[in-house]
């Protein structure tokens, strides 16, 4: 069994984060918070999250806990709180189903079957560089990205990180000097390309919450993006498959 208070527009953005990728999750409870790991059926991206106990207003959790989620059904809930409401949550394993607590309305919401849900692992990889840039000109540039292409290249060595789309007669292009960002670790030049679908999704999904966004690349590898919000509390980390020029 778990119980706990949390702020709605936190959980709003749990589920808003994940719904990117899935309909359905597989959500753990365990004495240290929520977290939870899924991949997309086209295998092109995954979400890894953690909401530490410290993110809610109160929590309780007996012992480690998986419950299945319809995505959709959970945000039809959320909309009904105000931004700053806090909403409780909690599951008796005999009752079957989760309580979702909005204001003096009560809903018990039907769980989906976690065994047909497979856990995934993050694959290990060793990503040369990381930047560290403000979250509102990726977005910026992804935005502009969009309406001459359907993919972006991410680029990054010593001195710079750099966007770039081309499309049939035009090119987009944000450069941003190590001045300009927050940090970058990056002993040689780096650079993948990757679909926008997804990425837009992604950057638009971290705009919301965090100023700065941690950005990890290689060369032809996965993109590895992360943002913390609710004082840390809540982290939000996507790994993006790459898209290989022929």
């Known amino acids: 069994m778990f ?20 309909d359905e999750a597989k959500f753990k409870f365990d004495s240290d918070g929520l977290y939870g ?4 059926p086209a295998h092109v991206g995954m979400i890894d999250f953690r909401v530490r106990k410290e993110a809610f207003d109160e929590y309780e ?30 599951y008796d394993k005999k009752e ?54 359907d993919h972006v290249t991410l680029m990054a060595d010593k001195e710079s990180f750099k966007i ?29 390309m990757f679909p926008l679908d997804y990425l837009s999704d992604m950057v638009k999904l971290a705009k919301s919450n965090s100023e700065e966004l941690t950005i990890n690349l290689g060369n032809d590898y996965p993109l590895k993006m992360a943002f913390g919000f609710a ?4 982290k939000m980390m996507y790994l993006l498959a790459p898209r290989i020029e022929s």
């Open 96 to 149: 079957g189903r989760l309580e979702v607590e909005v204001g003096n309305l009560k809903r018990k919401m039907g769980l989906l079957d976690t065994s047909e849900m497979p856990d995934t692992k993050i694959p290990s990889l060793e990503l040369p560089a990381e930047i560290v840039v403000s979250t509102a000109e990726v977005h910026q540039a992804i935005r502009a990205a969009e309406a001459i292409s």
């Open 37 to 40: 790991r899924m991949v997309d």
């Open 164 to 192: 770039k789309a081309e499309g049939d007669t035009d090119v987009v292009e944000l450069i941003l000097s190590k001045e300009q960002l927050y940090s970058i670790k990056c002993d040689e030049p780096v650079k993948s």
């Open 231 to 234: 004082g840390d509390y809540i």
């Open 61 to 90: 959790c007996e012992k480690e806990t998986e419950i299945g989620i319809d995505l959709e059904k959970l945000r039809g809930i959320l909309k009904i709180a105000s931004a700053g409401d806090i909403i409780g949550l909690k």
């Open 3 to 22: 119980q706990g208070k949390i702020r709605s527009d936190f959980m709003k953005a749990v589920i808003d984060a994940t719904s990117i990728l899935v």
